[in-house]
T-cell receptor, first 112, second 113 residues
């Protein structure tokens, strides 16, 4: 079964801390992995897209890595700020059938 | 460029009523998806389409039907709404190439009473 898991479900850190969010997937036959941000009651904002042939992608204070063979991706946030507080979701585009499957999300709270 | 547009944005239904949610994209995308999101959970795939005239089941298809008669539109139907279908529904689309990213609508908040 094609599944995506995010751990932890919730994370609280003090402002300024560097942090890592984890995403794991069960089938390594993927096209890409996409990280999203979702604010409460809002839609999804795409943060980073990392192709299966890539090892990492960077955008500002965000860095996403991908290890397809082990079925893992991480989202690294440097120097966290209260404005980073949101739920972060990863989504995996699987080769078979073109399914786009989401993890459950990690709810991040950055305390001033 | 409107991107992905969902209609309606909010709706309240009574148990047993039917309704259709519309997802429209103007990017000539081949793939379209319908998801539901419940409190504290990620998005769960209901149905998806890999092109005009095609549909396929996702993770939680029961109680829903879909149609993709036109490439730009993907309809999600609830024939007999149940309180368990109270949720926020999101639609997404992406190009036909295998490595393309997904774009999302702003969501439809549905309450079944």
């Amino acid at each position: 079964k094609q599944e995506v898991t995010q751990i932890p479900a919730a994370l609280s850190v003090p402002e300024g801390e560097n942090l890592v969010l984890n995403c794991s997937f069960t089938d390594s036959a993927i096209y890409n992995l996409q990280w999203f941000r979702q604010d409460p009651g809002k839609g999804l904002t795409s943060l980073l897209l990392i192709q299966s042939s890539q090892r990492e992608q960077t955008s500002g204070r965000l860095n996403a890595s991908l290890d397809k063979s082990s079925g893992r991706s991480t989202l690294y946030i440097a120097a966290s700020q209260p404005g980073d507080s949101a739920t972060y979701l990863c989504a995996v585009l699987y080769n078979q059938g073109g399914k786009l499957i989401f993890g459950q999300g990690t709810e991040l709270s950055v305390k001033p | 460029n409107a991107g992905v547009t969902q209609t309606p944005k909010f709706r309240v239904l009574k148990t047993g009523q039917s309704m259709t949610l519309l997802c429209a994209q103007d990017m000539n995308h081949e793939y379209m998806y319908w998801y539901r999101q419940d409190p504290g959970m990620g998005l769960r795939l209901i149905h998806y389409s890999v092109g005009e005239g095609t549909t396929a089941k996702g993770e939680v298809p029961d109680g829903y039907n879909v149609s993709r008669l036109k490439k730009q539109n993907f309809l999600l139907g609830l024939e007999s709404a149940a309180p368990s279908q109270t949720s926020v529904y999101f639609c997404a689309s992406r190009r036909g190439t295998d490595y393309s990213e997904a774009f999302f609508g702003q969501g439809t908040r549905l309450t079944v009473v």
